[in-house]
């Protein structure tokens, strides 16, 4: 009986977890561990200037005297991190494709199977794909269109040669090398990551996407994504990502940069369901990323969606810089966590110009034994005249094993911003759920709708493909918490 | 210990042997300990205090002190208890002692207060207290700068009540620092009421400690006015150690100049069915800095816990600074629990309005101000405490339209 | 002289002109209704009369009894005896209305040289015009204006007004949101303020607060200016034909 019962559970598993193949694939490594030699490699591999290198080299040398400084604040449990056990490039064998028809079609499977074709003929209408696999970007879609337009979109490492005076501008001047922990780790060996450059004046007509997937076992992933929205353009962009089922976790540190120019806006959204370990924590994604937008522009304006679903921790603030005046920051956010899942996940909205205005809006849902915590903060700088921010956090705990948290830091200078914070807890009501079931649904089906209504407001804020996507992913993440 | 996690600080050996005691060996918190980020120690820590000394000469209760019709009164200068200048009669139903300070661990605070402090002020009560017990607190530290630690017990037993009030003042002298720490015990179906009013000379310290624990059926209702100090803490922590307990803790705040007032508080909700609120308000002048942290913890048993917290401020010039973080830490799912936080000015159209009725701006805000911590006072369930602590902030309007700005 | 008398008032909100020359004279003891569509500058004339900020005066003069209106204070305006019954009054929460009005009345006593009023005279006035108005007493004890539903709201401005006995009011589309019981109400307290040393300006969209206020002069708004003035059959005109013509005039 308890075999089965088990076989049942390993199959339930995998049903929940579709993602969680492994793509058979012969792959460049570089040596286990990390040190310069290391650093060197991966700037060679990439055929990298010297100034990259040498910049690599800082963060690296930089990073070793934060050996004391591993972020410890979050409210996050998890073994110490042996950063020598890990693999710093890994890289699909065959490179320098002349186009999409030279991909190992392995890949072109492991992308199909993910519901992200790469063929153009195949492509959902209107998005443009660069897919990351472990360390290196393979394929950008919709190239051409997008370069008669003036868009750059193409690997950071294809920038960094392309394009190297705006890569050198740009590069680590939202989050410096000095950042944190995890942030200059990546600046050490982040390997690949999308470049996207908006021209003046141009309102991107295609949502552009990345899609990354981390397949090698022990490999770490440090992707870099920097955006560069010129004066007066527009870019949505999208970010899914995905990883194979594996007993030992993984660390994904990525690093994302936006920059918006006067009455530039940008969008970014990401769907993050990275392996979350099964139903006893073993294995999964340690998701440690470092996100910052940078409004430098008057009326400029970044919004930041994300849908939080995967990873075993997930380590995140995507964040805005509120530079220009009358700049805009915006942050929606659903983080579902079940089982051993643990997030401490949230923003900071640093208002420095006049008549910036920001909105948090948080839905966190929390089921099986898993730790779900909002940490955001709101600043307001003494210069910030007439600054606003409203915050909204509300948390849906879902069985009496978990834990929901909110930790909101409100630091105002100036007299005549205005700051709102409100922040709810509760659980899903039985009134609601029993008129669910009154009315034929199952348990599951009912959850997933009511928990759906719960993140609206923030679900709809995502492209409609990422939407209806999400939407489903929400219902599956909780599978198996009710009842 | 990591450097920022700790501030040297003046309370050691040489400290310890002018009192003739054992020297305390902990540390005071530094500036990376999350606690106490927005309340750094430093100024504090520069000052080369010495124990206040015990027998200094005082006449009178100074004129900051409210004057509480019918009150029995308590007064502690320096710390030690001066029958001379209190009004012990207490009444029935409550019984004063002086016990020994029991030397447990807790915070670094705490234990300062544990290895320094001269005799606790006990109060048991038994019965239902009728007169209001006002205990003073003066800090008096003549020429050179000096250290106090008060310590009071307040042991509800089952079914009694007392209404207590608590004033911290100082005299004119040099800067002195004052540490209280209060241990309250609220019994089955007792119910504790606590109005404490701080307000330090412009150049003191007051870090002060409540540990409140609250049992079934227990109700426990506080305010805590902070209206001056160099650097105020009023940290209170409360536990719920018994189903059906209830907890009102509300607080107010004006401060100008360079003052910094910091409300910090936890409440741990360890069972079911009880309930906590907290309103606090605060308005800031000058350069002033106001902190309020508070944490509303919900261990896994406590179901049907039912916590609120609200935490709002208003700037009256540029130049204050306001931090806020109010926590949810919750870990049962049958439960209602919500905070809210705003920061802001005063409304311009509640002005214009006020203008369009003939008021001038002055009286305006006054009454703006005034309504805007209403909200808080209000909460207090005592009529005669809520309007002495109503007269306070408004004399606290009054001087600072006398302040030349 | 005329008790309020607005000159060739030019206004304008962020550059923005609104008021384009106004000219409108109130006598002592007169009803003026001031009608048009939305968006002509019927709120900012008020608001501009009540000198709220934000609001800048271009052009043109505005004179209660002869004393400069522009050269004052808001509070000032109001204690010279201008009163603005507001479209949406403010909820000030932890004010009650009895601070407030009391605070109010002697600001304006104490303008007139008279001593504050005593503290159960007050009472004595409240109760009496609270029961004239219709309303509970104890709505006094209320924070000012807060969780007061439509009505409430527009009969506390009405209890101001009868409180603070204005030389010249000035009701802000008192009409809006009210209930056909309501408005009875308001203009019933309006009509009992009327006196032969006071007038009254009164803004609406709609005729129908004109069946119950009892007024003399109606005048037209439109894109900013007076585009026509008349007596009362120019508000059964306006409910009978619409503004359509003074619109196409005003363009």
Not at chain 2, 22 to 28: D, K, Q, Y
Not at chain 2, 140 to 166: K, W
Not at chain 3, 76 to 94: H, T
Not at chain 3, 184 to 204: C, H, M, Q
């Given at each position: 009986?308890?075999?089965?019962?088990?076989?049942?559970?390993?199959?339930?598993?995998?049903?929940?977890?579709?993602?969680?193949?492994?793509?058979?694939?012969?792959?460049?490594?570089?040596?286990?561990?990390?040190?310069?030699?290391?650093i060197r490699f991966i700037s060679e591999k990439k055929n990298e200037p010297e100034w990259m290198l040498e910049w690599r080299l800082?963060a690296?040398?930089?990073?070793?005297?934060?050996?004391?400084?591993?972020?410890?604040?979050?409210?996050?449990?998890?073994?110490?991190?042996?950063?020598?056990?890990?693999?710093?490039y890994?890289?699909?064998?065959?490179?320098?494709?002349?186009?999409?028809?030279?991909?190992?079609?392995?890949?072109?499977?492991?992308?199909?199977?993910?519901?992200?074709?790469?063929?153009?003929?195949?492509?959902?209408?209107?998005?443009?794909?660069?897919?990351?696999?472990?360390?290196v970007?393979?394929?950008?879609?919709?190239?051409?269109?997008?370069?008669?337009?003036?868009?750059?979109?193409?690997p950071i490492s294809e920038a960094l040669h392309k394009h190297p005076?705006?890569v050198k501008?740009?590069l680590?001047?939202?989050?410096?090398?000095?950042?944190?922990?995890?942030?200059?780790?990546?600046c050490a060996v982040f390997t690949d990551g999308?470049f996207?450059?908006?021209?003046?004046?141009?309102?991107?007509?295609?949502?552009?996407?990345?899609?990354?997937?981390?397949?090698?076992?022990?490999?770490?992933?440090?992707?870099r994504?920097?955006?560069?929205?010129?004066?007066?353009?527009?870019?949505?962009?999208?970010?899914?990502?995905?990883?194979?089922?594996?007993?030992?976790?993984?660390?994904?540190?990525?690093?994302?940069?936006?920059?918006?120019?006067?009455?530039?806006?940008?969008?970014?959204?990401?769907?993050?369901?990275?392996?979350?370990?099964?139903?006893?924590?073993?294995?999964?994604?340690?998701?440690?990323?470092?996100?910052?937008?940078?409004?430098?522009?008057?009326?400029?304006?970044?919004?930041?969606?994300?849908?939080?679903?995967?990873?075993?921790?997930?380590?995140?603030?995507?964040?805005?810089?509120?530079?220009?005046?009358?700049?805009?920051?915006?942050?929606?956010?659903?983080?579902?966590?079940?089982?051993?899942?643990?997030?401490?996940?949230?923003?900071?909205?640093?208002?420095?110009?006049?008549?910036?205005?920001?909105?948090?809006?948080?839905?966190?849902?929390?089921?099986?034994?898993?730790?779900?915590?909002?940490?955001?903060?709101?600043?307001?700088?003494?210069?910030?005249?007439?600054?606003?921010?409203?915050?909204?956090?509300?948390?849906?705990?879902?069985?009496?094993?978990?834990?929901?948290?909110?930790?909101?830091?409100?630091?105002?200078?100036?007299?005549?911003?205005?700051?709102?914070?409100?922040?709810?807890?509760?659980?899903?009501?039985?009134?609601?759920?029993?008129?669910?079931?009154?009315?034929?649904?199952?348990?599951?089906?009912?959850?997933?709708?009511?928990?759906?209504?719960?993140?609206?407001?923030?679900?709809?804020?995502?492209?409609?493909?990422?939407?209806?996507?999400?939407?489903?992913?929400?219902?599956?993440?909780?599978?198996?918490?009710?009842? | 210990?990591?450097?920022?996690?700790?501030?040297?600080?003046?309370?050691?050996?040489?400290?310890?042997?002018?009192?003739?005691?054992?020297?305390?060996?902990?540390?005071?918190?530094?500036?990376?300990?999350?606690?106490?980020?927005?309340?750094?120690?430093?100024?504090?820590?520069?000052?080369?205090?010495?124990?206040?000394?015990?027998?200094?000469?005082?006449?009178?209760?100074?004129?900051?002190?409210?004057?509480?019709?019918?009150?029995?009164?308590?007064?502690?200068?320096?710390?030690?208890?001066?029958?001379?200048?209190?009004?012990?009669?207490?009444?029935?139903?409550?019984?004063?002692?002086?016990?020994?300070?029991?030397?447990?661990?807790?915070?670094?605070?705490?234990?300062?207060?544990?290895?320094?402090?001269?005799?606790?002020?006990?109060?048991?009560?038994?019965?239902?207290?009728?007169?209001?017990?006002?205990?003073?607190?003066?800090?008096?530290?003549?020429?050179?700068?000096?250290?106090?630690?008060?310590?009071?017990?307040?042991?509800?037993?089952?079914?009694?009540?007392?209404?207590?009030?608590?004033?911290?003042?100082?005299?004119?002298?040099?800067?002195?620092?004052?540490?209280?720490?209060?241990?309250?015990?609220?019994?089955?179906?007792?119910?504790?009421?606590?109005?404490?009013?701080?307000?330090?000379?412009?150049?003191?310290?007051?870090?002060?400690?409540?540990?409140?624990?609250?049992?079934?059926?227990?109700?426990?209702?506080?305010?805590?006015?902070?209206?001056?100090?160099?650097?105020?803490?009023?940290?209170?922590?409360?536990?719920?150690?018994?189903?059906?307990?209830?907890?009102?803790?509300?607080?107010?705040?004006?401060?100008?100049?360079?003052?910094?007032?910091?409300?910090?508080?936890?409440?741990?909700?360890?069972?079911?069915?009880?309930?906590?609120?907290?309103?606090?308000?605060?308005?800031?002048?000058?350069?002033?800095?106001?902190?309020?942290?508070?944490?509303?913890?919900?261990?896994?048993?406590?179901?049907?816990?039912?916590?609120?917290?609200?935490?709002?401020?208003?700037?009256?010039?540029?130049?204050?600074?306001?931090?806020?973080?109010?926590?949810?830490?919750?870990?049962?799912?049958?439960?209602?629990?919500?905070?809210?936080?705003?920061?802001?000015?005063?409304?311009?159209?509640?002005?214009?309005?006020?203008?369009?009725?003939?008021?001038?701006?002055?009286?305006?805000?006054?009454?703006?101000?005034?309504?805007?911590?209403?909200?808080?006072?209000?909460?207090?369930?005592?009529?005669?405490?809520?309007?002495?602590?109503?007269?306070?902030?408004?004399?606290?309007?009054?001087?600072?339209?006398?302040?030349?700005? | 002289?005329?008790?309020?008398?607005?000159?060739?008032?030019?206004?304008?909100?962020?550059?923005?002109?609104?008021?384009?020359?106004?000219?409108?004279?109130?006598?002592?003891?007169?009803?003026?209704?001031?009608?048009?569509?939305?968006?002509?500058?019927?709120?900012?004339?008020?608001?501009?009369?009540?000198?709220?900020?934000?609001?800048?005066?271009?052009?043109?003069?505005?004179?209660?009894?002869?004393?400069?209106?522009?050269?004052?204070?808001?509070?000032?305006?109001?204690?010279?005896?201008?009163?603005?019954?507001?479209?949406?009054?403010?909820?000030?929460?932890?004010?009650?209305?009895?601070?407030?009005?009391?605070?109010?009345?002697?600001?304006?006593?104490?303008?007139?040289?008279?001593?504050?009023?005593?503290?159960?005279?007050?009472?004595?006035?409240?109760?009496?015009?609270?029961?004239?108005?219709?309303?509970?007493?104890?709505?006094?004890?209320?924070?000012?204006?807060?969780?007061?539903?439509?009505?409430?709201?527009?009969?506390?401005?009405?209890?101001?007004?009868?409180?603070?006995?204005?030389?010249?009011?000035?009701?802000?589309?008192?009409?809006?949101?009210?209930?056909?019981?309501?408005?009875?109400?308001?203009?019933?307290?309006?009509?009992?303020?009327?006196?032969?040393?006071?007038?009254?300006?009164?803004?609406?969209?709609?005729?129908?607060?004109?069946?119950?206020?009892?007024?003399?002069?109606?005048?037209?708004?439109?894109?900013?200016?007076?585009?026509?003035?008349?007596?009362?059959?120019?508000?059964?005109?306006?409910?009978?034909?619409?503004?359509?013509?003074?619109?196409?005039?005003?363009?």
């Amino acid at each position: 009986m308890a075999a089965t019962r088990e076989t049942a559970a390993a199959v339930r598993d995998v049903e929940q977890y579709k993602y969680g193949f492994v793509t058979d694939i012969e792959s460049d490594k570089a040596p286990k561990g990390l040190n310069e030699d290391i650093i060197r490699f991966i700037s060679e591999k990439k055929n990298e200037p010297e100034w990259m290198l040498e910049w690599r080299l800082k963060a690296y040398r930089y990073w070793l005297t934060l050996s004391d400084e591993e972020p410890e604040w979050a409210k996050l449990h998890f073994p110490k991190i042996d950063y020598q056990a890990s693999y710093y490039y890994a890289a699909p064998k065959r490179e320098k494709l002349a186009s999409l028809d030279e991909v190992d079609p392995k890949l072109l499977d492991t992308y199909k199977k993910l519901g992200i074709p790469l063929l153009e003929q195949q492509m959902l209408a209107g998005v443009a794909v660069d897919a990351v696999f472990d360390s290196v970007s393979v394929a950008t879609t919709y190239k051409k269109k997008l370069e008669e337009m003036g868009v750059i979109f193409m690997p950071i490492s294809e920038a960094l040669h392309k394009h190297p005076e705006l890569v050198k501008k740009h590069l680590g001047s939202v989050v410096p090398y000095s950042d944190n922990f995890y942030a200059t780790l990546n600046c050490a060996v982040f390997t690949d990551g999308s470049f996207v450059y908006i021209p003046k004046g141009l309102r991107c007509p295609m949502e552009l996407s990345t899609y990354f997937r981390i397949n090698e076992k022990n490999t770490g992933q440090f992707e870099r994504t920097l955006i560069i929205a010129d004066e007066g353009s527009y870019v949505s962009y999208l970010e899914g990502c995905t990883a194979p089922q594996r007993d030992e976790n993984q660390l994904h540190a990525a690093v994302v940069e936006l920059i918006a120019l006067d009455n530039a806006e940008i969008k970014y959204s990401t769907v993050q369901n990275w392996y979350p370990g099964d139903a006893d924590g073993k294995g999964g994604i340690f998701n440690f990323v470092t996100k910052r937008g940078a409004c430098r522009g008057k009326n400029s304006k970044i919004m930041w969606t994300q849908v939080e679903t995967g990873s075993a921790i997930t380590w995140k603030y995507p964040s805005c810089i509120l530079q220009g005046d009358n700049s805009v920051g915006e942050f929606y956010s659903v983080a579902i966590t079940n089982n051993r899942q643990q997030a401490d996940t949230g923003t900071k909205m640093i208002h420095l110009g006049k008549g910036t205005r920001s909105k948090i809006i948080s839905k966190g849902i929390s089921a099986g034994r898993a730790e779900n915590t909002y940490r955001g903060l709101v600043r307001i700088g003494a210069k910030a005249d007439q600054a606003r921010n409203y915050t909204q956090c509300d948390s849906l705990l879902i069985g009496d094993k978990c834990g929901a948290h909110t930790v909101p830091y409100i630091e105002s200078r100036n007299p005549s911003a205005q700051t709102e914070h409100e922040a709810t807890t509760s659980k899903i009501s039985d009134d609601q759920l029993f008129y669910c079931l009154q009315r034929g649904m199952t348990q599951e089906e009912a959850v997933s709708l009511i928990v759906n209504g719960f993140c609206k407001e923030v679900l709809q804020t995502l492209p409609m493909e990422f939407a209806v996507e999400a939407q489903k992913l929400v219902g599956i993440s909780l599978e198996g918490s009710v009842g | 210990m990591k450097p920022s996690l700790i501030t040297t600080h003046p309370f050691g050996e040489a400290y310890a042997k002018s009192l003739g005691v054992a020297p305390w060996r902990g540390h005071l918190p530094g500036p990376k300990v999350e606690e106490w980020r927005f309340t750094p120690l430093r100024n504090l820590a520069k000052i080369a205090f010495a124990p206040a000394a015990i027998n200094v000469s005082v006449d009178i209760i100074p004129r900051t002190v409210p004057v509480i019709q019918g009150a029995a009164r308590l007064v502690l200068v320096n710390g030690a208890y001066r029958k001379d200048l209190s009004d012990a009669n207490l009444g029935k139903g409550i019984e004063l002692s002086h016990g020994k300070v029991p030397a447990k661990e807790g915070s670094s605070l705490i234990a300062l207060n544990a290895a320094y402090a001269p005799a606790s002020l006990a109060l048991h009560v038994t019965g239902a207290v009728k007169k209001i017990i006002h205990i003073i607190s003066i800090g008096a530290a003549e020429v050179a700068p000096a250290a106090l630690h008060p310590r009071i017990t307040i042991t509800a037993e089952t079914s009694s009540s007392v209404t207590l009030v608590e004033s911290h003042v100082g005299l004119p002298g040099e800067t002195y620092f004052s540490n209280p720490v209060a241990s309250i015990t609220v019994g089955e179906g007792a119910s504790v009421r606590r109005y404490v009013s701080v307000d330090e000379d412009n150049e003191a310290f007051h870090l002060a400690t409540s540990l409140v624990k609250v049992a079934g059926d227990g109700n426990y209702e506080a305010f805590h006015l902070g209206l001056g100090g160099a650097l105020t803490r009023q940290e209170v922590r409360v536990a719920l150690t018994g189903e059906n307990a209830n907890v009102r803790l509300n607080g107010a705040y004006a401060l100008n100049g360079t003052s910094h007032h910091d409300i910090t508080t936890v409440i741990d909700h360890l069972l079911p069915n009880c309930t906590s609120s907290q309103v606090f308000k605060g308005v800031v002048d000058g350069e002033s800095h106001g902190v309020y942290q508070g944490r509303i913890h919900v261990a896994r048993d406590a179901q049907k816990t039912d916590a609120r917290q609200l935490h709002k401020a208003l700037f009256l010039s540029r130049g204050p600074a306001i931090d806020c973080k109010p926590e949810l830490e919750i870990y049962a799912d049958d439960v209602q629990c919500a905070h809210g936080a705003a920061t802001g000015e005063i409304d311009p159209n509640h002005l214009f309005y006020l203008a369009a009725r003939g008021i001038d701006p002055e009286t305006a805000r006054d009454l703006l101000v005034e309504g805007f911590l209403a909200d808080a006072v209000n909460e207090i369930s005592d009529e005669a405490v809520r309007a002495v602590f109503g007269a306070a902030i408004g004399q606290w309007l009054k001087l600072r339209q006398a302040r030349p700005s | 002289m005329a008790l309020l008398e607005i000159k060739n008032l030019h206004a304008s909100v962020a550059g923005k002109e609104i008021l384009k020359g106004i000219t409108l004279k109130l006598q002592p003891g007169e009803v003026h209704a001031i009608m048009g569509p939305n968006g002509t500058g019927k709120s900012t004339l008020s608001n501009v009369i009540a000198g709220r900020e934000g609001y800048e005066v271009t052009k043109g003069e505005v004179y209660l009894d002869g004393q400069d209106v522009l050269a004052m204070a808001a509070d000032e305006r109001a204690r010279a005896g201008i009163f603005l019954a507001f479209q949406y009054p403010v909820e000030i929460p932890g004010v009650t209305t009895s601070a407030f009005l009391k605070t109010a009345l002697n600001a304006k006593r104490r303008a007139e040289g008279k001593p504050e009023i005593d503290a159960m005279d007050f009472l004595k006035l409240v109760k009496a015009k609270t029961a004239a108005l219709g309303m509970p007493y104890d709505m006094i004890k209320r924070a000012l204006n807060v969780g007061f539903s439509g009505g409430e709201k527009k009969r506390a401005e009405v209890l101001q007004m009868t409180m603070l006995e204005p030389r010249v009011a000035i009701l802000d589309e008192t009409d809006s949101g009210l209930d056909i019981d309501a408005l009875k109400i308001v203009s019933e307290g309006v009509n009992s303020l009327r006196s032969p040393d006071r007038a009254f300006l009164v803004i609406t969209h709609y005729q129908r607060l004109l069946y119950y206020i009892v007024h003399d002069h109606v005048h037209v708004l439109a894109n900013g200016r007076v585009v026509a003035s008349g007596g009362k059959e120019l508000a059964l005109e306006l409910e009978a034909e619409g503004y359509a013509k003074y619109l196409d005039a005003a363009a």
